[in-house]
């Protein structure tokens, strides 16, 4: 894994004046740090920048929105990218989750201020504020149909919203514990929710009814991921017959990243054991990168790449601070990690560097969302950045 390099939040607001200036930093791991910067040395006719960088940093192409540097002492380099644009009035606090309509037209955000509300991606012009959860709601997301809102909040309850009309259409009670991340199965016949009480359960939403105890480990369950088995692994048998309520349960497996180190993963409709990973501290997220790859990150920035069909030893361990991985997400032929310092970058297979998503101070990024060439990410500081990946 590539050597971190850090930029000023800001740089590209910096650089846009005469003799502006950004920091630079390079972090090689046990040595010391590397420290830098960039002087804008006027504006071309094109309205980029003329940028130098100091000694040990070069600056390999910049554009409006974008620079790519490079430390060769380091063999270290990383494009960074700066917003699109930044909506500032969705919420008045930090912004825990966030997520975008399968059309690409809807955001849906939650906030510490207690409110979920529903906006145009395209601006952030607030659409629907959808109220009913008491106290902080922890996660949101749409259905695969981007006309339906699926919540769990502090107060144990899962609802289901229409983006429509901001009603909420079905309440789910059972858990003890606040919600802290939710599934969707397939369509959407069925959801999963992963709770501070230990439990992970499975919903049927169209009878609004718990379809049972999927899981009870004792530990706070941060996160879920629902994927698609690869047809080398073996999910086992249910012990009785499944519910004909379930949907789409058949083939798939569950994640979960548990607050006790330990990553589980079950076949979701024999319920069933696959693998028990223990890694270096509590997980907070996990994401399948395909049938039999997946991601998890840990409280001290462990990122883990484990393979199914092998799970004893990780296939990499990326450690890029010890900040704490707050999200993941499978992009292209890669994924997008958010961590506690405010670094959020995209990793993919066929680039020999990292991008980076800047804008974000020191303050977490606590999740990310993706629409065609467009990434969105919510902060502890209130903003939803919006990325275009054209301009890189």
């Avoid at 906006?119 to 006309?147: I, K, M, T, Y």
């Avoid at 991008?355 to 467009?374: H, M, N, R, S």
Wanted: charged residues 20%; negative net charge.
């Amino acid at each position: 894994m590539a050597v971190p390099l850090r930029i000023q939040s800001d740089w590209a607001q910096a650089l846009r004046k005469d003799e502006g200036e950004a920091w630079l930093s390079c972090h090689p791991p046990g040595k010391p740090t590397l420290y830098g910067s960039l002087t804008c040395q006027g504006i071309g006719l094109d309205g980029i920048p003329e940028v130098t960088a100091s000694e040990g940093f070069i600056v390999n192409e910049i554009n409006k929105k974008s620079i790519h540097i490079s430390c060769p002492k380091e063999n270290a380099s990383s494009k960074f990218l700066a917003p699109y644009t930044t909506f500032s009035r969705i919420h008045t606090k930090s912004i825990t989750c966030l997520d975008i309509s399968s059309g690409g037209g809807l955001g849906v955000s939650s906030s510490t201020d207690g409110s979920m509300k529903i906006w145009q991606a395209s601006n952030g012009e607030l659409r629907r504020v959808l109220e009913g959860h008491v106290f902080d709601v922890n996660c949101c997301r749409f259905f695969p149909s981007g006309l339906v809102v699926l919540s769990g909040g502090m107060d144990a309850q899962l609802k289901i919203w229409s983006a429509e009309d901001a009603s909420c259409v079905v309440t789910f009670k059972g858990h003890k514990g606040g919600i802290l991340d939710t599934a969707i199965v397939d369509r959407g016949k069925n959801v999963v929710s992963g709770s501070r009480d230990g439990t992970a359960r499975l919903w049927d939403c169209g009878r609004s009814a718990c379809l049972g105890v999927i899981v009870d480990c004792g530990s706070s369950i941060n996160g879920v991921a629902v994927g698609t088995a690869d047809n080398s692994i073996n999910l086992g048998s249910p012990e009785q017959m499944p519910s004909e309520r379930e949907v789409g349960t058949e083939s798939k497996m569950l994640l979960l990243a548990r607050e006790d180190k330990k990553l589980q993963c079950l076949g979701l409709q024999s319920r069933q054991p696959v693998f028990l990973f223990i890694g270096s501290d509590a997980f907070n997220c996990c994401s399948f990168l395909s049938g039999f790859l997946l991601l998890a990150g840990t409280q001290d920035g462990n990122i883990y790449q484990l393979d199914v069909r092998s799970p004893r030893a990780p296939v990499q361990v990326i450690h890029r601070s010890g900040a704490p991985v707050m999200s993941l997400l499978s992009f292209r032929d890669g994924f997008i990690a958010s961590q506690g310092d405010g670094s959020c970058f995209i990793v993919q297979q066929d680039l020999d560097y990292v991008i980076e998503l800047t804008g974000a101070d020191c303050d977490p990024v606590y999740k990310v969302a993706t629409w065609e060439k467009q990434i969105y990410t919510c902060c502890r500081d209130g903003l939803v950045r919006r990325y275009q990946l054209s301009d890189l």
